[in-house]
C-alpha cells in the first residue's frame, strides 16, 4: 500500500505527481514528498514498528515507495552507543555516537538514502542509475545498484581519496572522474539527467532518496527509548542529512509515536567549505557559495542544495552550528578513535571537533542529553591521519628486544608489566 499522496513544492506548495521531477515549474523551488499522515497514523505504531525488519525498511509507512521494498535489505538499524569514555573526556553527563560507519553493506549512512531511491527508481521504470558524489555516494550506488541488476553511472570529483574509488570501481560501475570539484560535478549531471532518461538518485530522484535520511532520525528516537535527544550534531554538506533528521523527529511527533520533540539541531562543517554555518554566525537568508579546500571531501560541497533549508532547521529548534580546521578534524577522529573505538572518516572528524567546540563553549549543556552523528568509516579516508598516528615499534624476535624497545612507554598502565610468578 502506498501513503504516498505526491511531491510539493517547498516554496510555493504546489502538489506534483509523483514521478521524476525534483523542480517546480513555476517557481524553482526544490520538491519534496507529501504523505497522507491521517493513513499512516491509522496503520502504525512503535510495537509494529519494533516487529519489523532490522533495517531501515522497518519504517517503511513513511518512506517514499509504492510497493515492496526490492533495495537495501540489509542498510539501517546500525548502534546507538552510550558513549562513556568520550562523555567523561568531554564533562559531558550523556553523550551517544549514532554510528553509521558500521553495518551498512558500504559503510556508511549513504545506503540508507540508496535503499530508498533506487526502490522508488524501479517502480518509476528505470533501469540506469547514476549519481554525482563526493565519495561515499559513489560506492553506495555502485553496490546497491549491482545487486539489483541497474546499469550504473558514477560521476566524481577527480581528486577524490583513492579509498572511495576502490570502493567504488569494486561493483564495476561506469565510474566518471571529473576534472573538477562536486558543485562542477553536480552541474554536469544535472545537464546528463536532463538529456538521458537515467534515475540520477541526487537530481531527478532527489525527492525520495532524501527522505531515506529520516531513517536516522526514526532509529535514534528507537534507540532512545521513544524520546529525542537534547541535541544533535550532524555533519553538513548539502544540509539534507540535518534537515531530515529534524522531519523524522517532528513526524514521529505527529503520528503519536513520541510525546514531544524538545532538541537542538547543531551543523558541524569544515572551515575550508563552511558556506551553512558561515550564513547562520553572520544571521544571513543568503548562503555565499564556496570554492572548498579541505581534507573533508565527503563535505565538500561550496553550494548546498538544502543549505537554506537546514539554517531554517537551526533556527527553529533552536540550536547552532560550528566549523573546525583540518588540523582539528584529525584530532576529531583520533579523540573519538582513542576513546571510543570507532575509527570515522573526515566528515566524523568533523562531528566529532564540532561537537567539542560547542561542548566547551557552553552552546551545549553538559548536563543534557547529546548524540553525535557519525556517517561514514575512517577506513575510506586512511591518507587524512597516515602521518598523524605514529608508527609501529620495529623489534627483533626476541623476549629482550621487545622490553628494551617497549617497556619504556609511559602510557601504558603499570600492572600492564606485572609478571608472572
Request: one cysteine or more.
Amino acid at each position: 500500500m502506498s501513503y504516498i499522496k505526491g511531491l510539493k513544492c517547498r516554496e510555493c506548495h504546489r502538489v506534483y505527481k509523483a514521478e521524476a521531477i525534483y523542480v517546480c515549474e513555476f517557481c524553482f523551488g526544490s520538491l519534496e514528498v507529501d504523505y497522507d499522515y491521517d493513513k499512516i497514523k491509522s496503520v502504525i505504531s512503535r510495537e509494529k514498528i519494533q516487529k519489523g525488519p532490522k533495517s531501515l525498511w522497518r519504517y517503511r509507512e513513511l518512506l517514499p515507495i509504492e510497493g515492496e521494498p526490492t533495495v537495501g535489505y540489509h542498510a539501517g538499524f546500525t548502534p546507538l552507543i552510550r558513549s562513556e569514555n568520550l562523555a567523561r573526556e568531554l564533562g559531558m553527563k550523556e553523550l551517544y555516537i549514532k554510528d553509521d560507519s558500521v553495518c551498512h553493506p558500504t559503510l556508511s549512512f549513504k545506503d540508507r538514502v540508496v535503499a530508498v531511491a533506487l526502490t522508488r527508481a524501479k517502480e518509476l521504470g528505470f533501469t540506469t542509475v547514476a549519481c554525482a558524489s563526493t565519495g561515499n555516494l559513489a560506492g553506495s550506488v555502485s553496490a546497491n545498484a549491482a545487486w539489483a541488476g541497474l546499469n550504473r553511472f558514477v560521476f566524481i570529483p577527480a581528486d577524490l581519496e583513492l579509498g572511495k574509488v576502490i570502493g567504488a570501481l569494486a561493483y564495476a560501475p561506469n565510474l566518471v572522474a571529473v576534472e573538477g570539484n562536486y558543485d562542477e560535478v553536480n552541474r554536469l549531471c544535472a545537464e546528463i539527467a536532463a538529456k538521458y532518461h537515467w534515475a540520477f538518485v541526487n537530481v531527478n530522484i532527489r525527492p525520495y532518496y532524501a527522505e531515506g535520511s529520516k531513517t536516522y532520525g526514526y532509529e535514534i528516537m528507537e534507540q532512545l527509548g521513544w524520546r529525542t535527544p537534547k541535541h544533535v550534531v550532524v555533519p553538513v554538506a548539502s544540509g539534507s542529512l540535518l534537515t531530515k533528521i529534524w522531519k523524522a523527529f517532528n513526524e514521529f511527533k505527529k503520528l503519536g509515536l513520541i510525546s514531544s520533540v524538545d532538541t537542538k539541531m547543531y551543523a558541524a562543517q569544515a572551515l575550508g567549505c563552511s558556506p551553512v554555518v558561515t550564513a547562520m554566525k553572520e544571521n544571513s537568508d543568503i548562503i555565499r557559495p564556496v570554492k572548498p579546500k579541505t581534507i573533508a571531501k565527503s563535505l565538500a560541497i561550496g553550494n548546498p542544495a538544502d543549505g537554506i533549508y537546514a539554517i531554517d532547521t537551526i533556527k527553529e529548534s533552536g540550536g547552532s552550528g560550528e566549523s573546525v580546521t583540518d588540523d582539528e578534524i584529525i584530532e576529531g577522529i583520533k579523540l573519538l578513535a582513542r576513546t571510543e573505538g570507532i575509527f570515522t572518516e573526515t566528515a566524523g572528524g568533523v562531528t566529532v571537533a564540532s561537537a567539542k567546540k560547542l561542548i566547551e563553549n557552553g552552546v551545549i549543556n553538559k548536563n543534557e542529553s547529546c548524540v553525535i552523528c557519525i556517517t561514514g568509516n575512517g577506513l575510506k579516508t586512511q591518507e587524512a591521519v597516515s602521518d598523524h598516528i605514529g608508527k609501529p615499534h620495529r623489534i627483533k624476535p626476541s623476549l629482550s628486544s621487545f622490553e628494551e624497545n617497549i617497556r619504556h612507554l609511559n602510557h601504558i598502565k603499570a600492572d600492564v608489566w606485572q609478571t608472572r610468578h
